[in-house]
């Protein structure tokens, strides 16, 4: 089993329809991360939490929510869908000690 | 605020030849790690290596070695007698000592085709 799980991996939903993406870890990781990839720009983060507490804005919040219900799960939610943002999000854990990032394995959204 | 760089946008080559996949980085921190990750068609975002900045020492990993110089300030990895299995978009990732969040930075990517 992967220890960073993501659901939905897949999505077709309609502009302007709230969706969520969820994460859940078994690494016990403090800190977990949603990145968004789009082709040619890499990974750009969306927001991070270093603890169930602690919330923040990444490069690219604009338009996305998140909550941090436990230590092992992280959620992402897009309130009012909208094209752009279709495109492959990661789910991302990282431990206290050591820098690692651990990604899930994406889930592609898709907005029409 | 950092940077990576991975002008190489697709490569192509025939199985079993070599291939050199470069990076290049901008920080100001004089301690960071650089990392490579691996995203085969299926998606998944699968973690290579790991270098800080104070370790550089080459590294080899069966047909994966990778060349870490902070005077040009790159971090290329390179697969010798590469194999179809090794298509994929090859990431590198730069991650501060600083700043709350440590996030990486990731390049572009690297699209790696490998023809049989």
């Known amino acids: 089993d992967a220890d960073v799980t993501q659901t939905p991996r897949n999505r077709i939903t309609k502009t302007g329809k709230r969706i969520m993406l969820e994460c859940s870890q078994t690494k016990g990781h403090d800190r977990m991360y949603w990145y968004r990839q789009d082709p040619g720009l890499g990974l750009r983060l969306i927001y991070y939490s270093f603890d169930v507490k602690d919330i923040n804005k990444g490069e690219i919040s604009d338009g996305y929510s998140v909550s941090r219900q436990a230590q092992a799960k992280f959620s992402l939610s897009l309130e009012s869908a909208i094209p752009n943002q279709t495109a492959l999000y990661f789910c991302?854990?990282?431990?206290?000690?050591?820098?690692?990032?651990?990604f899930g394995e994406g889930s592609w959204l898709t907005v029409v | 605020a950092q940077k990576v760089t991975q002008a190489q946008t697709e490569i192509s080559v025939v199985e079993k030849e070599d291939v050199t996949l470069d990076c290049v980085y901008e920080t100001r921190d004089t301690t960071y790690y650089l990392f490579w990750y691996k995203q085969p068609p299926s998606g998944e975002l699968v973690f290579l290596i790991r270098r800080n900045s104070f370790d550089e020492q080459n590294e080899i990993s069966g047909r994966y070695s990778w060349n870490f110089q902070k005077s040009t300030s790159s971090f290329n990895f390179t697969i010798t007698a590469s194999q179809v299995v090794d298509s994929a978009v090859y990431f590198c990732?730069?991650?501060?000592?600083?700043?709350?969040?440590?996030?990486?930075?990731f390049g572009s990517g690297t699209q790696l085709t490998v023809l049989p």
């Open positions: 990732a730069l991650s501060e000592s600083s700043g709350s969040a440590r996030q990486l930075t």
């Open positions: 991302a854990t990282r431990g206290a000690v050591g820098n690692t990032i651990y």
